[in-house]
């Protein structure tokens, strides 16, 4: 649900508060290992509708491309929060999406064009196939990536990935779990989608009237603090994210439920999810249906790179060698 979802994480940080050019590289040859590309740093690429977007190439081992969430969050959030220890055994390829971060603004924010700017992207860098690393609404994304480019997905890593925005399920289990931060009882709850969000945002009032609103997203409000510090730090624009949560009617393809395309989807998957992670739902991953998949169930929210970094980093390490044992 991108409208919840995003709400959660602007209110979030105010929550915290009141509590305290262009890359030269541009290689022609196909391969398997970042390393074998000379260009390491930041930069800034071109696309096809001539749109500048950010990106930066980090680390050393496989190349791994990031998928931030948001909508416009930008990537810098996940590679300072600690997501950059990935970078010892990976070659991190982290990126801005459109209208996001410190990426250009554009007229064009539909999937397409997304999916469009990451194969730019991957030819720029002369990769032949890449794992697939996204958070949140970056699992939407990266979901649709995979479908549509099987051939360059090496594998797929969903990391507290929402693969349906308005799932009438998690909305519920939202809604009571706000109650029971109020200690208040849990009425019926209507199943018309319609009538959830304002029952939802009521509660978010009262949540934020208590200093509570971060707990959708994790129990520890310096998670949240640290994320301000980056944002503060590193400014950016969310002009993606506006123009998807004020335009429904105009971008219907973030609006549609994924999981059930997951089921055709055979790239080797691991899915990450968080015991208490109420940004998308504590169980929104069992709708998840992808062949080949590995769950792992982490402690922590939403933020699992940072919160239990050391289980994060490990389980995304195993998985990737596991994969390169086994091909």
């Not at 990935?86 to 459109?98: A, H």
């Not at 549609?256 to 169980?283: R, S």
Request: proline fraction near 3%.
């Amino acid at each position: 649900m991108v409208l919840l979802i995003s709400i959660l994480a602007l209110v979030s940080c105010q929550d915290a508060k009141n509590k305290k050019e262009n890359a030269t590289s541009d290689s022609k040859a196909k391969v398997e290992n970042v390393d074998d590309v000379a260009f390491r740093g930041e930069g800034f690429l071109t696309t096809q509708d001539s749109v500048k977007i950010r990106y930066k190439v980090s680390g050393r081992g496989l190349p791994c491309l990031y998928i931030h969430g948001g909508p416009g969050q930008g990537f810098d959030s996940f590679e300072l929060m600690k997501g950059n220890g990935l970078e010892q055994n990976l070659t991190m390829i982290y990126y801005d999406q459109r209208g996001s971060g410190k990426s250009e603004k554009a007229d064009n924010y539909h999937m397409d064009r997304l999916l469009s700017d990451i194969e730019t992207l991957r030819q720029h860098l002369g990769i032949q196939k890449f794992y697939v690393l996204a958070h949140s609404f970056g699992g939407i994304i990266a979901t649709a990536y995979a479908k549509k480019y099987p051939e360059r997905v090496e594998g797929l890593i969903l990391a507290n990935c929402t693969l349906h925005f308005f799932n009438v399920e998690n909305t519920k289990e939202q809604i009571s779990f706000a109650d029971s931060l109020l200690h208040k009882k849990t009425e019926t709850i209507t199943v018309d989608k319609d009538s959830l969000l304002p029952i939802f945002l009521n509660l978010r009032t009262a949540l934020s009237q208590k200093k509570l609103g971060y707990r959708f997203i994790t129990d520890d409000v310096n998670s949240i603090i640290k994320m301000e510090e980056i944002d503060s730090l590193h400014p950016r624009i969310s002009d993606f994210g506006m123009d998807v949560i004020m335009k429904p009617n105009k971008y219907p393809e973030y609006y549609k439920d994924y999981a059930p395309l997951t089921k055709e989807i055979n790239a080797p998957t691991l899915v990450i999810t968080g015991k208490d992670d109420h940004a998308v739902g504590t169980q929104h991953y069992r709708t998840f249906q992808f062949p080949n998949q590995t769950t792992k169930v982490l402690d922590g929210g939403h933020l699992l790179y940072y919160e239990d970094n050391a289980d994060f980093i490990q389980t995304v390490w195993d998985f990737v060698d596991h994969q390169s044992v086994t091909q």
